[in-house]
Each structure stands twice: as C-alpha cells, then as structure tokens.
T-cell receptor
C-alpha cells in the first residue's frame, strides 16, 4: 500500500517562531489533507490540497504532486498551535481510503 | 451546522462485553469510515462504507463489526473477540468521488474506549 512519511517527528518552538512540516508519499494521490489534532483528540481539517498552494491565516500548504511531497508552513506560531499534525493521502485509483502518516508532534512554548 | 456526532465521548467496557459506538452525520456524505488511534500513533482504518447497505473491511477489522442501514448512521460494535480494544475511535465521512470542489474527510470528536 501507499506509504506516508512525516518529518520531523517532534518539534519544539518558541512562540512567534516559524516552522515547516514535511510529508512524503510513495504513490500518486488524488487527495491529500493536513489535519491538526488538538489535545482533546479532535481532528481539525486544515487543508485539502492534492496539488498547488493554499493559505489560511498563519498557515499555508504546498503540494508538489509530481515529486510526491507536501509542506505545511506555520508562521508566527502560538501556543494554541501545539498538538499533532497529520498528513493523510488517498491514492487516485478507484475508491481508496485515507492513509495517515505518523504525525509531527508540535509543542509551542510561551 | 453540518457535522459528525460521535457518542459517547468516554466508554468503559468489561471483559467479554460487546459495546457499540455511535456515529451520525448530517453532511449528506455517501462514504463513512471508522479509524482507531492508539497513544502516540497515527490512525488505522477499521471499516468503511461507500454507500448504504454496503461496507468493507479496513486494515484492522478483526474483532469489530459495523452496519449501514441509513445514510446518516454508521455504528461500530467492538466485540469480545477484540483482545485489545482500549483506544481512541474516530468516525469520518466524505463524498467518495473527487476531482471537483474542495472535498475531503470530516471527522467526529471521537470516543475513548477503556477496558476495565
């Protein structure tokens, strides 16, 4: 099946710093999503981004489908950005299921 | 507002018991999914359903069962055959065909199941 690798596995930032999270995947995809899991377990959909670039406030994401990677940028980080960030992909052959990476655990300290 | 409702938020199961986790959506999505998350891990797919009265096993279906009698509902039963059921369970839904619009998966808030 498709493999999804995220890096780094853990990240500690001071409030106000910027960061880049990476997601590599092993096959062509028709769906790529970035999620933030908050401390209560809720998965918040950040971006649906199978290709191209999107921005939402301090967050932006870029997917280069031909090179099979996606990047999530967090600027001016805040303590509320803490949690786990997951990349998940779905292959583009028939009905497939979302396959999750192992996540990047982010801690933003005041 | 449209969304997915999972209940209960916390559930305790005794050894040998079957328990059922509820998942209801009002997004008019055709496809629904159940994922399991263990501490510090990613999500693994248990079962999924593309349409009413049809469902398929995911990667870790042993010890679980589902039904899909209504479009809005996709309950998950954790049976006594599941030897290590303590985990966080997440339900999701999606429109199964892609290519137009900004589609994706929407998740419920989860159920934490603990064996006592």
């Amino acid at each position: 099946g498709i493999q999804v690798e995220q890096s780094p596995p853990d990240l500690i930032l001071q409030e106000g710093a910027n960061s880049t999270l990476r997601c590599n995947f092993s096959d062509s995809v028709n769906n790529l999503q970035w999620f933030h899991q908050n401390p209560w377990g809720q998965l918040i959909n950040l971006f649906y981004i199978p290709s191209g670039t999107k921005q939402n406030g301090r967050l932006s994401a870029t997917t280069v489908a031909t090179e099979r990677y996606s990047l999530l940028y967090i600027s001016s980080s805040q303590t509320t950005d803490s949690g786990v960030y997951f990349c998940a992909v779905e292959r583009n052959t028939g009905f497939q299921k979302l396959v999750f990476g192992t996540g990047t655990r982010l801690l933003v300290s005041p | 507002d449209g969304g997915i409702t999972q209940s209960p938020k916390y559930l305790f199961r005794k050894e040998g018991q079957n328990v059922t986790l509820s998942c209801e959506q009002n997004l008019n999505h055709d496809a629904m999914y159940w994922y399991r998350q263990d501490p510090g891990q990613g999500l693994r797919l248990i079962y999924y359903s593309q349409i009413v009265n049809d469902f398929q096993k995911g990667d870790i279906a042993e010890g679980y069962s589902v039904s899909r009698e209504k479009k809005e509902s996709f309950p998950l039963t954790v049976t006594s055959a599941q030897k290590n059921p303590t985990a966080f369970y997440l339900c999701a839904s999606s429109i199964p065909t892609f290519g137009q619009g900004d589609y994706g998966y929407t998740f419920g808030s989860g159920t934490r199941l603990t064996v006592v």
